[in-house]
């Protein structure tokens, strides 16, 4: 036994030689290898794992290893190195070891320390990783970085695009690509802007659903890609003018009456009071009357009291009563949303033409959970959509109506969207001086028009006797001018007008101009006022041989369409309101 103490001590400086030349050349050095190999296999088997390991695990451990476990971790490397050199305790061989040797020595500290890890929770093998190839080495290279930074990634859905396909009402759509926190006001902005449309805060996307014959108008506020999740393959959007859309902040007086609303509190009965008692959501308004409910599941309509809290929309049992015990829950406003009928008559049986209907979120094809209502006119109608919205969105439907009004402020005045102009103006202006000016004295007016009248028809004579006829005679100009209008719609029925009026909002001057079916030399403006619309025959009358066109038999004579419309912009006439809103079909 004192015999293995030299024996072993000797064998172990012929080791270290070779040991201590071979670590600074690295592998270079395969003679110094191969007499490693001869003395000690274990050892040359232990540091080749070493080299493998740390190229593979070398980032495992930069990321797993903590700062706390470091220091015991390199004292148990440098004594599991000494234990297969002495069969004695370690303190016999750790002064043999120079400085240098047991830096180098502490190199194995990266397997322990992921032996040690590995240990504690069973999800990786040490001895399996050296042995599976790596399908990408370019990857996990020291020398090249990787190819997916971490900023290049998506940092979340908000960056996430959709491409939406949204129709116009001629039947033309148009597929726009979408960030997926897009809103409704943002999706018609961009619309505006790829059609060349003016914008006047009156566009609005609507959600059509053919199957069910619903349609609504999506608030401002709504993601567009959160809405068309709940719609089904043959719904679609489109896009198309509002102007009703705020028009109640204006006069809710005309969409209120007051036998429909009821407070829980006492109010003075102003317009002001009004909007601020739908508007809090501390005070209980509530909309009350009759409407016709189809019962679930059956054909058969009933004519029910009903009432219109923030917490749902109740029938009563029991007549008129409204009673806790005798109101029965029809609907709730928390997901649901509330839609017109398109056809209720033929589609649903429904008694009157004035349906709307309150859809869950949840629904899609099946017309079993719609809840079916219908009003006795459009008046009452409207005063049911418009509470529904304002108890369920309450101030967010003001911040929607105010923002266009404060970015209309910041804007320049010619920016907004100016009148068409007719070649015979409504303005008489003198330009005599070194700067214009309106002429405001009616008699100094009409001399004026008069002079301009008699230099037009001087220089079109003059025209037709050079043998050049000018493109814009007054013959043909009056009957193909107001062909580019906006406003003209050409050939269409009395119902089809009546349903675009409908469609673009039941408000005081909403207007267009069609071809009459009876005369085909005459016009017909469709104009809406206090929500009924009317018909009025715009006639052809012949004076000196010239054509004009008239209202009132011929009273005011105009000598386009174009004048006219410009005319009942400014001054009311034989009209019940001036035209205010024109009703405008855009192809996208």
Same mark, same amino acid.
């Given at each position: ?17 070779? #040991?201590?030349?071979? +670590?600074?050349? &690295?592998?270079?050095?395969? !003679? ?15 540091? %080749?794992?070493?080299?493998? *390991? ?11 290893? *903590? ?52 240990? =504690? ?9 050296? !042995? ?38 001629? $039947? ?9 926190? *897009? ?44 809405? =068309?999740? @709940?719609? !089904? ?35 003075? $009965? ?18 009350? &009357? ?18 219109? #809290? ?6 009563? @049992? ?12 029809? %609907?709730?406003? =928390? ?7 398109? !056809? ?22 099946? @017309? ?8 006795? +006119?459009?008046? @009452?109608?409207?005063?049911? /959509? ?15 109506? #105010? ?25 008489? /202006? ?9 002429? =405001? ?13 008699? %230099? ?51 408000? +005081? &001057? ?34 000196? $041989? ?6 009132? +038999? ?18 009311? &006439? ?15």
């Amino acid at each position: 036994m004192q015999a293995a103490g030299p024996l072993f001590r000797s064998k172990d400086k012929v080791e270290q030689t070779p #040991r201590s030349q071979q +670590d600074p050349a &690295g592998p270079g050095l395969p !003679a110094q290898s191969d007499r490693l190999a001869n003395h000690q296999e274990d050892d040359v088997d232990l540091e %080749a794992l070493v080299n493998d *390991m740390n190229a593979s695990l070398e980032s495992l451990y930069s990321a797993c290893s *903590m700062q706390s476990d470091t220091v015991p971790l390199l004292q148990n490397g440098q004594h599991a190195r000494s234990q297969p050199r002495a069969s004695g305790p370690p303190r016999s061989v750790q002064p043999q070891v120079s400085p240098r040797q047991r830096v180098q020595r502490s190199q194995p500290v990266h397997i322990l320390a992921v032996r040690r890890l590995q240990e =504690e929770d069973q999800q990786f093998r040490t001895s399996s990783l050296p !042995a599976i190839p790596n399908p990408f080495p370019e990857l996990c290279g020291p020398g090249s970085p990787p190819v997916l930074t971490p900023g290049s990634l998506p940092p979340s859905q908000a960056a996430a695009k959709q491409d939406v396909k949204v129709f116009s009402e001629d $039947g033309t759509s148009k597929v726009v690509e979408i960030l997926a926190d *897009m809103t409704a006001r943002d999706l018609c902005q961009l619309l505006v802007y790829k059609s060349h449309c003016v914008d006047d805060n009156s566009w609005t996307l609507v959600e059509h659903h053919p199957h069910l014959g619903l349609e609504r108008c999506l608030e401002d506020h709504e993601l567009v890609v959160q809405v =068309e999740s @709940t719609m !089904a393959s043959e719904s679609k959007f489109l896009f198309r003018k509002n102007y009703a859309k705020y028009e109640f902040f204006k006069n809710p007086m005309n969409f209120f009456p007051e036998q429909m609303v009821t407070w829980c509190q006492q109010s003075n $009965g102003s317009q002001t009071q009004l909007l601020q008692n739908f508007l809090n959501s501390s005070s209980c308004p509530e909309i009350q &009357g009759f409407l016709h409910v189809k019962e679930l599941g059956k054909k058969s309509w009933k004519k029910l009291y009903v009432c219109l #809290r923030r917490s749902g929309l109740y029938c009563s @049992t029991k007549g008129t009563s409204k009673e806790p015990r005798h109101l029965q829950l029809l %609907a709730d406003l =928390e997901d649901s949303n509330i839609f017109s009928l398109i !056809a209720g008559r033929k589609q649903y049986n429904a008694p009157t033409d004035h349906g709307l209907c309150i859809k869950p979120n949840k629904v899609r094809n099946e @017309t079993k959970e719609l809840r079916l209502l219908c009003a006795e +006119d459009e008046q @009452t109608r409207t005063c049911w /959509m418009t509470a529904f919205r304002l108890l369920k969105y309450g101030m967010l439907l003001y911040q929607n109506y #105010r923002i266009p009004q404060q970015r209309k402020a910041l804007l320049s005045p010619f920016s907004t969207p100016v009148r068409s102009v007719s070649e015979n103006s409504l303005v008489a /202006m003198d330009f005599s001086g070194q700067t214009g000016r309106v002429i =405001e004295n009616p008699a100094e007016a009409q001399s004026a028009a008069l002079e301009e009248g008699h %230099a037009w028809r001087k220089r079109s004579t003059r025209m037709n006797i050079l043998g050049s006829q000018s493109p814009l005679h007054p013959s043909t100009l009056s009957t193909v001018i107001h062909r580019t209008q906006h406003w003209f719609h050409g050939r269409i029925s009395r119902e089809e007008s009546h349903r675009i009026i409908k469609q673009q909002g039941l408000v +005081d &001057g909403l207007f267009l101009l069609r071809d009459s079916q009876s005369n085909p030399k005459a016009f017909v403006l469709t104009l809406c006022h206090h929500q009924k619309i009317k018909n009025f025959q715009i006639l052809p009358c012949e004076d000196d $041989g010239q054509t004009f066109f008239s209202l009132d +038999d011929g009273n005011t004579k105009f000598s386009d369409l174009i004048q006219l419309v410009d005319f009942y912009q400014l001054n009311k &006439g034989v009209l019940p309101c001036k035209l205010k809103h024109h009703c405008i079909r855009v192809a996208l």
